[in-house]
């Protein structure tokens, strides 16, 4: 219902009439010259127009206007005397004489009364005084007609384009808007490429409405839609990763007419707005529809709204009702309506009708009476979309005041008592823009939600919540995503976060298209999201038991750690994880490796994401080598023996600092030989090693269990010294070896050499 979406209800004119007996016609210089008297024989009415140069182009297009209308020029412009040839044409191409001057009977709006007006033909004229008076239907049939008859003038596409737009039908007015920026993109002001981007929005062509809205930018002095667009190039990204947290279906109380703007009615009931036919004027001509009643409707069981029945008490009239809002005690109500007086509609000095606020009182009767119309409203703006603060003395509304950034903005007002109220106060450029933000709802969490076309969204209206903080001012905006929001006019949303549902109106998939509003009912999706990985290493693919994983929130605080175990696994479970949340996974293992981190956004519906953590190692030394770690020099052995020497011995002591410092440390020894004598000797020869170097440890105190030994002869020689091969005695020396492997450490690697006692390098600690 693009009236009460649109915050206003306007008429503007601007045609003049006056009676002549003188048809003046426009020399080459701009002069004007009296042409011979019109002469007529027949008693048509005689209409006299004084027009401006926007009246003079709508004529000119026109190709049969009623001999009956005389228009006098005041201003000379070019093309007029071409289009006066075609106007003044009689219909039967006869010169007929003029009778003397009739008076001219005038409709309330200041337009003539024609006593034939069944016999003037389809025209440009009828059609803008259609498009003037709001009435869009009319017109919009009326262009479609001359286009569809092959004229593309400015008037015309500009003009059903306008028509398409303020019904909400943003995919017709997305073409037509396309001929006219193609077209006639100089005459146009700045506004027409804000309302073409946000039309093609419909068609889905984001990239193409982003390059539109880039040069509405360039040409506006909008300062908060600028910094908006700017500063939002990715808002499809954030818009996504808001997207899917809630289920969307259509209520059982839609009609074949607009039904928009619910409000909670205790627990159990919806009071919303509805075109369909009750004691509102047969049509209203901006859409075609009855004007709108108050309506109300049970909530089952399943949340869906049935047995819709009008509002009771003296709040319908025959104009407009909608958007309520009431008190907890359900005896006092507060309402949007048309500003009228003595039952007429009243129009302010813009030939313009304004809405009001209204509050209302329960009767001893149970029906809504002593109805009042609150202070601050006006005959020279807009007040409505009430919405009452938790403790109820405040109301949220908005309107186009003066002091709005835009063409209607959200703002409050303090109650004082029953007949008193505060100053309005505007809730600022935090949420207003200079395009439109209205229907805001202040849930029962103290969360604001309110639609806005400024914003950056999908489409049309699109429904933003924010935070209000304790004075109740707005904090940081939020588009609620898919499937709240869609491409068309989202808007007038109330929620119970108790129940997380709620509802809302949009005109997605309207009865009658885009321009048709329905009330959706929605609830929050259980959204689980668990998180789990394994952490390896990063060079040789190997679990690493024993690492420590955090999960880390947005405020840097540790939610959740786990030490993995054996497989070096580790599982977040889906109860202390949210969606659409930044966390960030750490995996660590001592001093032996670098820790290792990754972020990231969980979804906004219910999955299992695995996040596999690498850990690469601190030095280049292995993690599990300990000689690296403690820079040992291997342990060499005389040619045939296996007795420990004293330069052995002294590589000995730091293996032995370093068992001692780390009680709970498990190594095994390996020994290998050179290929100098056959393999089976060699092989005997290596174990014997490996038990020698094995017993020098265990001479010192070190428990048997914590020590393993092993030969491996000639198997894993390190250069090419095998058999048959000459080497120098260094280089058979080279495979006469011993290292010493950390087989188990509490699960982590963490040797710090500097704790040994010897003088060694430290492992890196970052």
């Given amino acids: 219902m693009s009236l009460m979406k649109l915050i206003s209800h306007s008429r503007k004119f601007k045609i003049t009439l006056s009676v002549c007996l003188f048809l003046f016609?426009?020399?080459?210089?701009?002069?004007?010259?009296?042409?011979?008297?019109?002469?007529?024989?027949?008693?048509?009415?005689?209409?006299?127009?004084?027009?401006?140069?926007?009246?003079?182009?709508?004529?000119?297009?026109?190709?049969?206007?009623?001999?009956?209308?005389?228009?006098?020029?005041?201003?000379?412009?070019?093309?007029?005397?071409?289009?006066?040839?075609?106007?003044?044409?009689?219909?039967?191409?006869?010169?007929?004489?003029?009778?003397?001057?009739?008076?001219?009977?005038?409709?309330?709006?200041?337009?003539?009364?024609k006593l034939k007006s069944e016999d003037v033909p389809l025209n440009i004229y009828s059609a803008a005084k259609d498009f003037e008076k709001y009435n869009y239907v009319n017109a919009q049939k009326s262009y479609v007609k001359f286009a569809e008859d092959g004229d593309e003038s400015i008037e015309v596409v500009k003009s059903l384009a306008d028509t398409y737009y303020y019904n909400s039908q943003y995919d017709k007015a997305a073409v037509w808007y396309n001929k006219l920026l193609t077209n006639y993109s100089d005459q146009i002001s700045a506004e027409y490429y804000f309302k073409a981007a946000l039309s093609l929005k419909s068609l889905g062509d984001y990239k193409g409405a982003d390059y539109i809205m880039g040069e509405y930018i360039k040409r506006t002095d909008k300062l908060i839609i600028r910094n908006e667009f700017n500063s939002n190039q990715k808002y499809l990204d954030t818009i996504e990763k808001n997207s899917n947290l809630y289920s969307i279906s259509k209520t059982s109380i839609n009609s074949s007419k607009s039904d928009f703007g619910p409000s909670y009615y205790g627990s159990s009931q919806v009071v919303f707005a509805s075109a369909n036919k009750g004691s509102g004027s047969e049509e209203y001509t901006w859409t075609g529809e009855p004007f709108l009643d108050l309506h109300i409707a049970d909530i089952d069981v399943n949340g869906d709204l049935i047995n819709s029945t009008p509002f009771k008490g003296q709040i319908n009239t025959k104009f407009h009702e909608s958007s309520t809002t009431f008190t907890k005690d359900l005896k006092t109500m507060y309402f949007t309506r048309n500003n009228y007086f003595n039952g007429e509609e009243k129009w302010d000095d813009k030939n313009t009708i304004?809405?009001?606020?209204?509050?209302?009182?329960?009767?001893?009767?149970?029906?809504?009476?002593?109805?009042k119309e609150l202070p601050f409203n006006s005959d020279q703006y807009s007040v409505a979309h009430p919405s009452l603060s938790l403790d109820e003395k405040r109301i949220y509304f908005s309107s186009d005041m003066p002091g709005t950034f835009g063409k209607s903005d959200i703002w409050y007002v303090d109650i004082i008592d029953e007949e008193n109220y505060g100053r309005p106060v505007n809730l600022g450029p935090n949420i207003n823009t200079e395009e439109r933000e209205s229907f805001p709802y202040i849930s029962s969490e103290n969360v604001l939600y309110f639609s806005s076309n400024g914003l950056m969204g999908l489409g049309g209206l699109d429904i933003f919540m924010t935070a209000l903080n304790s004075k109740g001012f707005p904090t940081v905006t939020t588009n609620l995503g898919e499937p709240v929001n869609s491409r068309y006019d989202d808007f007038g949303l109330i929620i119970n976060p108790g129940i997380k549902r709620g509802y809302l109106s949009s005109n997605r998939d309207g009865f009658d298209g885009s321009s048709s509003d329905e009330i959706y009912t929605f609830f929050e999706n259980i959204c689980k999201v668990s998180l789990s990985g394994v952490v390896t290493d990063f060079r040789t693919g190997d679990v690493i038991p024993g690492s420590k994983v955090q999960l880390i929130g947005d405020d840097l605080e540790v939610i959740a750690e786990q030490i993995v175990r054996e497989d070096a696994r580790y599982n977040f479970e889906k109860d202390i994880i949210d969606c659409s949340t930044f966390y960030r996974i750490t995996a660590e293992n001592g001093k032996a490796y670098k820790p290792a981190s990754k972020g990231l956004t969980t979804p906004s519906i219910s999955k299992k994401i695995i996040v596999n953590l690498e850990l690469d190692w601190a030095t280049e030394c292995a993690p599990n080598d300990l000689g690296c770690i403690l820079e040992l020099m291997p342990l060499y052995f005389d040619f045939d023996k296996s007795f420990i020497r004293p330069d052995a011995a002294l590589e000995l002591e730091?293996?032995?600092?370093?068992?001692?410092?780390?009680?709970?440390?498990?190594?095994?020894?390996?020994?290998?030989?050179?290929s100098r004598g056959n393999d089976i000797y060699n092989e005997k020869l290596s174990e014997r090693r490996a038990k020698s170097t094995r017993g020098w440890l265990l001479d010192r105190g070190i428990s048997p269990d914590r020590l393993t030994a092993k030969g491996f002869g000639e198997s894993q020689l390190l250069n090419q010294c095998a058999n048959d091969v000459k080497c120098s005695e260094e280089e058979h020396q080279q495979n006469r070896r011993s290292f010493f492997r950390i087989i188990y450490m509490n699960n982590k690697f963490n040797i710090d050499a500097s704790r040994t006692g010897a003088t060694l390098k430290k492992v890196n600690n970052n």
């Avoid at 209204?358 to 109805?371: L, P, Q």
């Avoid at 001692?660 to 030989?673: A, D, G, L």
């Fill in 25 to 113: 016609s426009i020399g080459s210089n701009g002069q004007n010259y009296i042409d011979k008297p019109v002469e007529t024989t027949n008693s048509d009415e005689i209409i006299i127009i004084e027009v401006d140069k926007t009246e003079v182009d709508l004529l000119i297009e026109n190709d049969s206007i009623s001999s009956g209308f005389v228009i006098k020029f005041d201003k000379f412009f070019n093309n007029v005397k071409k289009g006066l040839q075609k106007i003044f044409k009689s219909k039967n191409n006869k010169t007929t004489s003029l009778s003397n001057k009739q008076n001219i009977e005038f409709d309330s709006a200041g337009y003539p009364k």
């Fill in 654 to 674: 730091k293996v032995l600092a370093a068992m001692n410092e780390y009680p709970e440390m498990i190594i095994s020894f390996e020994s290998h030989t050179d």
């Fill in 354 to 371: 304004k809405l009001k606020l209204y509050r209302a009182t329960i009767k001893d009767d149970n029906s809504w009476g002593e109805i």
